[in-house]
Nanobody, 128 residues
Framework: QVQLVESGGGLVQAGGSLRLSCAAS????????MGWFRQAPGKEREFVAA????????YYAESAKGRFTISRDNAKNTVYLQMNSLKPEDTAVYYC?????????????????????WGQGTQVTVSS
């Protein structure tokens, strides 16, 4: 079992940047594929970005491509989401997620159903 704790959210002006971090407990972090999701007020939670267990593969939602970068440091049990050129429509609670059901080290998960561990979320607010 893994516990996830997000940090790095906050209030930023449009065009600004934030880096979210997600620290995972335990000694088997490299066994988990990781992802970031977000949920805006009144909307369903949606996929943002994912990284494979090895870190070699990443995948992004169309809304995140070219602006967001997901990465992981297996030595630090941490996954990051660097967000640049932020827009008001990026305002949401951002959730870190982990899954140990993906055995292949280069495969990413892009749907909520593939993830079995979730953090508590961190608020990102982008003002116009």
């Amino acid at each position: 079992q893994v516990q996830l704790v997000e940090s790095g959210g906050g209030l930023v002006q449009a065009g600004g940047s934030l880096r979210l971090s997600c620290a995972a407990s335990g000694r088997t972090f490299s066994r988990y594929a990781m992802g970031w999701f977000r949920q805006a007020p009144g909307k369903e939670r949606e996929f943002v970005a994912a990284v494979s267990r090895s870190g070699s593969n990443t995948y992004y939602a169309e809304s995140a491509k070219g602006r967001f970068t997901i990465s992981r440091d297996n030595a630090k049990n941490t996954v990051y989401l660097q967000m640049n050129s932020l827009k008001p429509e990026d305002t949401a609670v951002y959730y870190c997620a982990a899954t140990n059901t993906i055995v292949n080290t280069i495969v990413v998960g892009t749907t909520e159903d593939e993830y079995n561990y979730w953090g508590q979320g961190t608020q990102v607010t982008v003002s116009s």
